[in-house]
Every structure is written in structure tokens, then in C-alpha cells.
């Protein structure tokens, strides 16, 4: 994606997000990250924007997927973005009112389908069938993290790949999530980055994508393959 289509990209869900929060109970859309996808700091707001830019120039391809999984979606942050590379998007998540707000607001696309998590688990998804699965800052937050690396590993076809990414929970995130403010509590985290990898490691391989930021990472974004 050019930096002009991105900014473009950002500059619509941005504003959407804006218009959401202002209409909403204050704290009700906090876990799936309207703050920071609406911060008014320009410096926090780039770093959280620069994860899905990394994540983006990563799994852009020539070819579209056959179906993309965006397990755990949000706000939906990165849907019209996979609609676009995909014949088929599956967006799933427990919480979709953050989507359902959103979605008044740019609605979805005619290739997207929303599955209820809290009603379909992730194993009574087709298994061996997804291109590509992306699971952004939500296996912090999962209770069964070994079972749910499982299912998912489970749905992708044997070329596929889930893309990763996690904060790192180490000193200088903690420090940035105060200095963002009070939003950021990160109380509904359940584990950060290293353990994320410690039990992806007992399963499969991970790949690097990339670290952000260097020399004290706040964020890693890996890939996982069978």
C-alpha cells in the first residue's frame, strides 16, 4: 500500500473511531482499542497505526487469498483492507458491538461474513481452509491460549500462515500505557509477548516479521506456520 492510499486508509477509520467514542459510554470500547486508534497524541497514535502498516506490507500479494480469517476483529480496523485481497473474509470476534458501531459508520463489504464468537468457536470453523489467519493484539487476552493456537492452526491450509501480534508488557510498554492515559490500564491483558511465544514454539514455528520498537520493543508481530 502506498504511504498516500495508508494515510487515506487511517485517515476514514480514524475518523469513524472519533465518532463512535463520542457516542458511546466512556470505557465501553476500550479493550478493542478506539483510544489508540483515535489518540490525539501524533506520536502514540504512529505507533499504534505502524503495526497494521507493518502487518499490511507483509501479507500484500499480487494474487488475492482464497479466504483470510481476521480472528478477534475489533473494531474492525482491518477489514476493508483484507476485503480488498480476498474473495472471502471471515471477521469473528466475542464483542461485536465495537464492529456493529463501526460499521454504521463505513459499512462492510460484500465479501466480509461476521461470526459471533460467543455463539461459534473457533473449532466449528472449516478446518484446512484459510489462506492467511490474523489474530492482532487479542492472544493476550484469550484464557486458553494453548487450546485457541490449536483451533486456529487447525483452520489454515497447509501453505497458510497466522500473523501475530502481541505487546511486549515489558517496562517501556508499561511506562507508554501510563503516559497514554487512563484507558490504558491493560487490565484485560491475560500475558505479553514472550509467553505468547513460548507456547507457539511447543506447536509450530514462528517467523519474525518485526519488532516495534528497537532498542526496547513495545510491540512484536510474527508469523506462525504449521
Known amino acids: 500500500m502506498k504511504p498516500s492510499d495508508f ?3 487511517k485517515t476514514r477509520y480514524r475518523t469513524a473511531i472519533r465518532n463512535v467514542l463520542a457516542e458511546v459510554e466512556k470505557g465501553r470500547l476500550d479493550e478493542a482499542a478506539f483510544p489508540a486508534y483515535s489518540h490525539p497524541n501524533p506520536l502514540i497514535n504512529w505507533l499504534f497505526w505502524q503495526r497494521l502498516r507493518k502487518v499490511m506490507d507483509y501479507i500484500q500479494r499480487p494474487t488475492p487469498y482464497e479466504k483470510i480469517l481476521d480472528f478477534g476483529c475489533g473494531s474492525g ?3 476493508p483492507y483484507l476485503a480488498s ?3 472471502h473474509v471471515t ?6 458491538l465495537p464492529l456493529q458501531l463501526v460499521q454504521k459508520k463505513i459499512p462492510l463489504a460484500a465479501n466480509i ?15 484446512n481452509t484459510y489462506d492467511l489467519i490474523i489474530a ?5 487476552h484469550v484464557h486458553d491460549l494453548p487450546g485457541t493456537l490449536t483451533d486456529l492452526l487447525a483452520l489454515l491450509k497447509p501453505e497458510g500462515q497466522l500473523i501475530v501480534s502481541v505487546p511486549t508488557e515489558n517496562i517501556l510498554y508499561q511506562i507508554g500505557r501510563k503516559l497514554a492515559g ?3 490500564s491493560g487490565a484485560y491483558h491475560e500475558r505479553g509477548a514472550s509467553e505468547i511465544k513460548k507456547e507457539v514454539q511447543k506447536i509450530a514455528t514462528i517467523h519474525p516479521i518485526a519488532t516495534l520498537y528497537r532498542p526496547l520493543a513495545l510491540f512484536e508481530i510474527f508469523s506462525i506456520k504449521k
Do not use: G, I
Open 7 to 9: 494515510n487515506t486508509y
Open 77 to 79: 480496523v482491518m477489514l
Open 85 to 87: 485481497l480476498s474473495s
Open 91 to 96: 471477521a469473528m470476534d466475542l464483542d461485536l
Open 113 to 127: 461474513e461476521v461470526v459471533d464468537a460467543s455463539q461459534t468457536q473457533v473449532k466449528a470453523l472449516p478446518q
Open 136 to 140: 492482532l493484539d487479542v492472544l493476550e
Open 182 to 184: 487512563s484507558e490504558y
